[in-house]
């Protein structure tokens, strides 16, 4: 990469660093990638060659995580790539497209002007006060509209989006998008909506330690465990009373196995069976079944034996 000679000293020099990559870059990056990408912009400004291995021994991070943070910030549209090496895009120049982009983003004030009323605005003076500390970008008010659009939320909702990403520590696009996503998939469009969705949640979690318990599981379950206590759960509407019983058949098995519990659960649902009464009362009359099953194979053992020795004896005389 060829870098800009300054005839400033260092000691009267500074690098500026655009506001808005404190809002729209620093919260999504690794530590170590900002600090490659703050140390390269402070190395543009001067007439030298940057190799990868100097920046590694420089900023003490090792080789493949240098050149991790180049691919990312390529990515990202502020390293671009040419025959000679990189140059540095222009943030505030990057931010300023995206706002004049009619098919993703809007102002502020037209977002005030045009959103559906004055409570999805007041919400989004909410989400920049509550959660940015009032320094929100431009583009997360068209990115929010976009996402009220996209799947419907009503403003409690989008609120409640912002507040489930600070809480987890993950304010940031790419993460807000994907629980954006998962609670699209729920069905979730009102605060309601995702009250009863949280609360499922949080029964299916008490679940899930209460079943990893009664197992004995050293290992914690995975989505596909979960996958199969949401149907026993919702779909089934099995209680946990039920639920023990399967566990405590699969319990004496050598390797505790969950397509073993939900054959058993599905059985049972395919027979009908709702209460803890009908479950036992079918295993007791299946127990009792097999019981005359065998009786019968010995019977016929003892039989087919019984002629065996006769027809010895036949032979005998």
Do not use: C
């Amino acid at each position: 990469m060829k870098l800009m000679q300054s005839d400033k000293s260092f000691l009267f020099s500074s690098t500026e660093i655009p506001d808005v990559f404190f809002t729209e870059y620093l919260p999504e990056a690794k530590s170590e990638f900002v600090k490659v990408y703050f140390y390269i912009l402070f190395l543009s400004k001067h007439d030298s060659e940057i190799k990868i291995n100097d920046l590694s021994k420089t900023l003490d991070l090792d080789f493949p995580t240098v050149q991790d943070a180049i691919k990312y910030w390529e990515t990202r549209g502020l390293f671009i790539k040419n025959p000679n090496g990189y140059s540095l895009a222009n943030i505030q120049e990057i931010e300023l497209n995206k706002l004049y982009n009619p098919k993703v983003s809007l102002a502020p004030e037209d977002i005030e002007k045009n959103a559906e009323n004055q409570y999805r605005a007041k919400v989004m003076d909410s989400i920049n006060s509550q959660f940015f500390a009032g320094t929100m970008s431009p583009s997360w008010y068209a990115d929010i509209e976009l996402w009220f659009q996209k799947y419907g939320f009503d403003e409690q909702v989008m609120l409640a989006l912002f507040s489930y990403a600070y809480e987890n520590h993950a304010l940031h696009r790419n993460y807000i998008q994907t629980v954006a996503e998962g609670w699209s998939k729920e069905n979730i469009k009102t605060y309601n909506d995702l009250d009863l969705y949280f609360e499922r949640r949080e029964k299916t979690n008490i679940l899930k330690k209460n079943i990893a318990k009664k197992l004995n599981l050293s290992r914690n379950l995975t989505a596909y465990d979960e996958e199969y206590i949401i149907k026993w759960t919702e779909n089934y509407k099995y209680s946990m009373d039920i639920i023990e019983i399967a566990l405590k058949k699969a319990a004496t098995k050598n390797t505790i196995s969950f397509e073993y519990i939900d054959a058993l659960l599905s059985d049972w649902h395919s027979k009908e069976l709702t209460t803890v009464s009908d479950v036992n009362s079918y295993l007791e009359a299946s127990k009792t079944k097999d019981k005359k099953v065998k009786q019968i194979k010995q019977v016929a053992l003892e039989y087919t034996q019984s002629t065996f020795d006769n027809w010895d004896a036949l032979y005998d005389n």
